[in-house]
């Protein structure tokens, strides 16, 4: 059994992420179980479970919150409409996938709070468009200003998910 997350390639985790992101966009809730199976995966090789569930979870609900608010104001729009979420299943999917990243894959950002912010003002918005490009979700307010409008919400959210992330590493011996 694997006893660090140093037996986990970061390479690995990052081409995981990447490559749900890629099967929801093109399959859309059809990956829900190679998701399901990708976050039990990651979980079983963490070796600070708790954590882990505890960074997941937080993001997830953060982004799909954050996503949820831009759809229900106009700036996204899903074909088919989702019926439970304003969001569609397979972006909570997505959510999960990232924030299974942000203690593993995108550490190094995360210990480098400007380059994390700029990054995220400037790859979410590429995310989203290259989403938009592919067909999955469509941008009744033009690529520019909703361009703008994601950048503008990534920068607190990552800042968020900065201080949350080392909170948590921060609580050594209290959910080990």
Known sequence: MIKTLRAYPIWLNLIGYQSLWFLAIFTGNYSLLAFALGLAAHLWLSPERVKEVTMVMFCAVIGVTIDSVLTVSGVYVFDPQPTLLPIPWWLLGIWLAFAATIRHGLRYFIARAPLALISAAIGAPFAYLSASRLGAVVFP???????????????PLMALLIITSRWIDSRKNAWT
């Open 141 to 155: 307010l033009g690529y520019l200003k909703t361009a703008l409008i994601v950048s503008a919400a990534w920068i």
